[in-house]
């Protein structure tokens, strides 16, 4: 028998855009460039790991639509990791597909297509120029948890 390291999990996470669509459901998937080393070629929903910056977004109050202290609850860990799960999904999510969950200082919903200058942001934020809070200053938005049901 080989011994074998045990795989600790990392926070993640994931979502699972739907829309209705003459009364069906459209469920959106990207599929991974095939060179990729993991999951190359795969149909997959936008996500990925909780990384630092998602939970710097989370202290600076760039996200509405959710209490800290409700993420905490709802997820079992402290207030500001658990939002962070939250926008580490908005975050994936705009990274893969170009599709921004955020809003504006109106509260309403960020709709636009993707122009020259979100094109840009997002090939910084993919660089590391740039972290999701900071984009999302520059832009006088705040990530969308309500747009997110868990």
Known sequence: MSAHQPVIPQPAAT?????ERNE?????????????AFLGGFYVFPGGKVEAQDLACAAVDRVQGLEAALAGRILGLAPDRALAHWIAAIRETFEETA???ARGSDGAAHARPID???RELRRALHEGEIDFAALLGRLGLT???????Y
């Open 99 to 101: 599709i921004l969950l």
């Open 24 to 36: 069906d459901l459209e469920v959106f998937l990207t599929r991974r460039h095939r060179a990729m």
């Open 143 to 149: 990530a969308d948890a309500k747009a997110l049901y």
């Open 116 to 118: 020259a200058r979100l």
């Open 15 to 19: 979502v699972v855009l739907v829309r």
